[in-house]
Nanobody
Framework: VQLQASGGGLVQAGGSLRLSCAAS????????VAWFRQAPGMEREFVAG????????YYEDSVKGRFTISRDLSKNTVYLQMNNLKPEDTAVYYC??????????????????WGQGTQVTVSS
């Protein structure tokens, strides 16, 4: 499955962005689709994930209540709505797919087919 991430940009603290991750080549079907982010000099970290077939949702603690992951079955697209953005949210955001068990959903080694990333910059 090929992934195309989009929607990043520059926003002031407190603002919002919506990222999109579109699949081509095949559907998300049996996958978990996740967003990770990586800031300069930092390791890639889990942000949010959704199981395509069951809709189970997973969030990293620092984004709970601010970010919402969702899917559009008809468009084969996953969205990450990011509200109340903070400067520490600044990073390149990547979407990816995998089949992790629930306890491993935050482990980047459980995923493959990483998209090209989209830059999110939050100014203070």
């Amino acid at each position: 499955v090929q992934l195309q991430a989009s929607g990043g940009g520059l926003v002031q603290a407190g603002g919002s962005l919506r990222l999109s991750c579109a699949a081509s080549g095949r559907t998300f079907a049996t996958y978990t689709v996740a967003w990770f982010r990586q800031a300069p000099g930092m390791e890639r970290e889990f942000v949010a994930g959704i199981r395509w077939s069951g809709g189970n949702l997973y969030y990293e603690d620092s984004v709970k209540g601010r970010f919402t992951i969702s899917r559009d079955l008809s468009k084969n697209t996953v969205y990450l709505q990011m509200n109340n953005l903070k400067p520490e949210d600044t990073a390149v955001y990547y979407c990816t797919v995998g089949r992790p068990i629930a306890s491993s959903v935050e482990n980047p080694e459980m995923y493959y087919n990483w998209g090209q990333g989209t830059q999110v910059t939050v100014s203070s």
